[in-house]
């Protein structure tokens, strides 16, 4: 018997991933440009320095995460 191939990822699956990717880091890059993170509203500034870097941290790992994910599926 032969083995099955791995199937193919959906294309719109691989684009989805990308774009959640792109808008996460534009997310990050707006908040260290604007000093405002998503908070409890979409978009709140942060008095305390600590949960603002945490919060920009997340995003960003999220983003990395995000397009991580694309490139795998894009290269099986």
Known sequence: ???TPPPEPLHWQVWAL???SLLLAGMVVYGLVSGETPGRHPFTLVED???FWQSLTLL???ACA???GA???NRR
Request: glycine letters at 0%; aromatic letters at 22%; a positive charge.
């Open 1 to 3: 018997m032969r083995p």
């Open 18 to 20: 990308y774009a959640l």
């Open 49 to 51: 320095p600590e949960k």
């Open 60 to 62: 960003f790992v999220l």
């Open 66 to 68: 995000a397009f991580a």
């Open 71 to 73: 490139r795998w599926l």
